[in-house]
């Protein structure tokens, strides 16, 4: 299998405090990848390196075929982003937004207009069109700033908490997005709170006080902790830490 990315004894420290411990994982083409922690684990600062946002203090990392340290131009080209807080204008309409970030990502107009049709008709939002983003419900919002995250066609999308605060159907069918993007041959590098949603991944890993301290499928996890679900395993390791609140 591919990896498109590849991460080996990454360290990150802001003075005397160390964020990340040697992480060591690769993740593969057309994977869901689940990167879980606590708050405070370590994994956002993660995200932020592999994203080109920070620079690692030591390590080796390749992102989507680049190196982390000398090319942060091409791997900002070669991925997409989705942030917890919602990333649209929304003082912009639909079409606006899809063409506005479709631009950034250095689409033709000719491309611009058909994947931005392409993708209102698949959202089913050919009403919303020409209306306010602010105007949309969240899930609704949601699902179109991750759709835009991939409309450049992207090797990798992370994504952070993309579906905090939205209610479970809607969550549902934000996952289905999800693996129609991981279809398409798409990377979902996903953080999350929801332990349900950690089942939906095809691998994940769990970060306790800047370390991995588990990596694997969500089934093999639960054997191995004796759990009935995700959240069992997750409560097992959360224990582990020394800077509980």
């Given at each position: 299998?591919?990896?498109?990315?590849?991460?080996?004894n990454?360290?990150?420290?802001?003075?005397?405090?160390?964020?990340?411990?040697?992480?060591?994982?690769?993740?593969?083409?057309?994977?869901?990848?689940?990167?879980?922690?606590?708050?405070?684990?370590?994994?956002?600062?993660?995200?932020k390196?592999?994203?080109?946002?920070?620079?690692?203090?030591?390590?080796?990392?390749?992102?989507?075929?680049?190196?982390?340290?000398?090319?942060?131009?091409?791997?900002?080209?070669n991925?997409?982003?989705?942030?917890?807080?919602?990333?649209?204008?929304?003082?912009?309409?639909?079409?606006e937004?899809?063409?506005?970030?479709?631009?950034?990502?250095?689409?033709?107009?000719k491309?611009?207009?058909?994947?931005?049709?392409?993708?209102?008709?698949?959202?089913?939002?050919?009403?919303?069109?020409?209306?306010?983003?602010?105007?949309?419900?969240?899930?609704?919002?949601?699902?179109?700033?991750?759709?835009?995250?991939?409309i450049?066609?992207?090797?990798?999308?992370?994504?952070?908490?993309?579906?905090?605060g939205?209610?479970?159907?809607?969550?549902?069918?934000?996952?289905?997005?999800?693996?129609?993007?991981?279809?398409?041959?798409?990377?979902?590098?996903?953080?999350?709170?929801?332990?349900?949603?950690?089942?939906?991944?095809?691998?994940?890993?769990?970060?306790?006080?800047?370390?991995?301290e588990?990596?694997?499928?969500?089934?093999?996890?639960?054997?191995?902790?004796?759990?009935e679900?995700?959240?069992?395993?997750?409560?097992?390791l959360?224990?582990?830490?020394?800077?509980?609140?």
């Amino acid at each position: 299998m591919e990896k498109v990315i590849i991460v080996k004894n990454l360290v990150k420290k802001f003075e005397d405090f160390v964020a990340n411990d040697n992480l060591t994982f690769d993740v593969y083409k057309g994977e869901i990848f689940g990167f879980l922690g606590a708050n405070g684990a370590g994994k956002t600062t993660a995200m932020k390196i592999l994203c080109a946002l920070s620079q690692p203090t030591s390590g080796e990392l390749n992102v989507a075929g680049f190196d982390v340290y000398t090319q942060q131009d091409k791997i900002k080209a070669n991925i997409g982003y989705m942030s917890q807080r919602f990333s649209l204008y929304e003082d912009l309409t639909v079409f606006e937004n899809i063409q506005f970030y479709a631009g950034i990502y250095g689409l033709s107009n000719k491309i611009i207009k058909e994947r931005a049709e392409n993708l209102i008709k698949k959202l089913e939002m050919v009403e919303m069109k020409n209306k306010l983003v602010s105007s949309l419900p969240l899930g609704w919002r949601q699902k179109l700033s991750f759709s835009i995250a991939i409309i450049h066609k992207p090797q990798i999308v992370f994504l952070d908490e993309p579906t905090g605060g939205v209610d479970p159907i809607t969550r549902r069918q934000f996952w289905d997005l999800i693996y129609d993007a991981a279809n398409d041959g798409i990377t979902i590098f996903v953080t999350t709170h929801y332990m349900d949603e950690a089942e939906y991944c095809n691998r994940v890993s769990i970060m306790v006080d800047g370390r991995i301290e588990a990596l694997d499928t969500p089934q093999n996890l639960k054997k191995q902790f004796n759990a009935e679900d995700m959240n069992e395993v997750f409560i097992q390791l959360a224990r582990k830490s020394k800077n509980k609140e």
